[in-house]
């Protein structure tokens, strides 16, 4: 069906484009010919489809197809929620030899990614509740903590590892403690 406008897509790059047969009855341009619509070949074109696309600090432009790989990009954001029990722990008071064991009794917490820090680690904020029942009575703590998890949530990899540090604030005390 010479004459109508043929979309082709290339099954190994999703930004192909269309490309258009010429009407019936064109001539094709002769051998030697320069072509009408010249598309750069050689090294310049290599250099232009293996430069980064998208992404801070990238020289490409971001793709318009709306594609985004299933791993993310830098600038994507989560939100975990967490839910835990507490099991065989204990606590002791200080300058007395006593403890008191399954003080703990549960933690829920949420953890939001924020950003990613030279494409190796992320960063997170995380907000954590945490109930303990002592002989004395019962606590409840809030903490608020940054978070640095490594690898990198595009990554991909099965597990990550993080470390943070915060403030730790007590929403209910035992009575004559910390008063």
Known sequence: MLGTPALAQSIDDPYEGAVELPPEGTAYPEKGAPPANPRPTGRKAAEKYMAPRGGRGGSGARPTSGYVPSGGTPDSH?????????????????????????????????????????????????????????????????????????????????LYFGVGAGLGIFASQIANESA
Request: net charge neutral; charged share 15%.
């Open 78 to 158: 989560y939100l975990a929620v967490h839910l835990g029990l507490m099991m065989s722990d204990n606590a002791y008071k200080w300058g007395v030899q006593d403890s008191a064991p399954n003080v703990g009794k549960w933690n829920f917490g949420v953890t939001y990614r924020v950003g990613e820090w030279v494409n190796s680690m992320d960063l997170a904020a995380r907000v954590d509740v945490q109930r303990y029942q002592l002989l004395e009575g019962s606590a409840t703590k809030i903490s608020f903590l940054p978070l640095i998890t490594f690898p990198d949530a595009t990554s991909k990899f099965p």
